[in-house]
């Protein structure tokens, strides 16, 4: 055998060799370029209006939780809040005022509906007692008109009587002592006209009083009805005062909670760090006006990266959840980190973006689709927070 065909032979062993030992020394893994690293990127923005009075922080400054940033200058939110504190103050002071009215009338609607009823009865006794007076008044007036007419004929006659003795007396028919009784009866006759007439007088100053009397009872009647139907209402006033009450309750709860939301406000114009991170992408100055909702910076914690490496979903067929995984940092030359799998996403990432593929076309092409994999690093290999979020790595997943 030839040199050349020995040469020939021992290329094609080694080659046979080499591929054997690759083929053995990358069966288990899976790798891919497609990743880089990850972190949560966390916000910061106003969550109330107002002129900037200090900005606390730079660029890339390292921040703990809880952290000032940013202050917004407090004054019309101090304000505010004395306020709605002034408007709570007035609205208790209303609803003390409302329960007392609702009590006092509590206790007094019962004896008044009691006062009420005794006035119109009261009043009715005395409206029965004037019409009885009056009757009586008329039926003496009666009596008192027909003594007067029975007296005026008495009278009439023994006037006339003594008109006619007179010529009698001048004859001397009859005597002296007959004439002067029979003047006498005239006179008498007389006096007796006038106690009549006093008596029906009297009998007729009887009969305007008790009408007066029964006018003033009805009056009083009325006003005792009138106080009967208002005392009446007083269940429905009680309804209307409890719920004047219950408005008034309500009014407190809403100025209560206005404080609230004035204090919270107020709490709102000092902005500070929600994680421990660094500063990024700050945009706001001092002085600046700023509105709610207007974003200011990012705060970005570098002890909580992780890596999301993409693969093609042929290579999914071994990966499970927990394999050990060793990354490669382009940023340091290569520099190897390990971890674990934690997560395989439940989708590809075409189907996350913004205008996802329609595969129900007739012009299908299939394409390979590639599936985020989330990857957490061992603890304590990077204590100086080397790694960025969306830097470039190269993982690698032993699935055997």
Known sequence: MSTRVRIIILVVVAAVAGSGIYLWATSGRESTDDAQVDAHVTPIAARVGGTVANVSVVDNQQVAQGAELVVIDPRDYEIALARAQAELADARAAFTAAQAEDSIMATTASSNVSSAEGGVSSAESAIAEAEHGIAVARARLLTAQARQREQEANATKTSRDVERLK??????????????????????????????????????????????????????????????????????????????????????????????????????????????????????????????????????????????????????????????????????????????????????????????????????????????????????????????????????????
């Open 167 to 400: 010529g009698l007396l001048a004859k001397d028919e009859i005597s002296q002592q007959q004439f002067d009784a029979t003047v006498a009866a005239a006179e008498s006759s007389k006096a007796a006209v006038e106690s009549a007439k006093a008596q029906v007088v009297e009998a007729e100053a009887a009969i305007k009083a008790a009408e007066s009397r029964l006018t003033q009872s009805r009056s009083g009647r009325e006003q005792a009805g009138a106080d009967l139907r208002t005392a009446q209402t007083l269940p429905q006033r009680m309804a209307a005062g409890k719920a004047k009450v219950q408005a008034a309750a309500a009014r407190v709860a809403l100025a209560e909670a206005q404080v609230k939301q004035a204090e919270l406000n107020l709490q709102r114009t000092t902005l500070t760090a929600p994680v421990a991170g660094i500063v990024s992408r700050k945009s706001v100055e001092p002085g600046q006006v700023i509105q709610a909702g207007q974003p200011l910076m990012t705060v970005i914690p570098l002890d909580r990266v992780w890596i999301t490496a993409n693969f093609k979903e042929t290579q999914l067929r071994d990966m499970r959840v927990g394999q050990t995984v060793t990354v490669d940092v382009d940023a340091y030359g290569g520099r190897e980190f390990t971890g674990k799998v934690e997560s395989i996403a439940a989708a590809t990432g075409s189907r996350f973006s913004l205008l996802p593929p329609d595969n129900a076309s007739g012009n299908f092409v299939k394409v390979v689709q590639r599936v985020p994999v989330k990857i957490v690093l061992d603890s304590g290999q990077d204590p100086d927070r080397m790694l960025r979020p969306g830097m470039s790595v190269t993982p690698t997943v032993h699935t055997r």
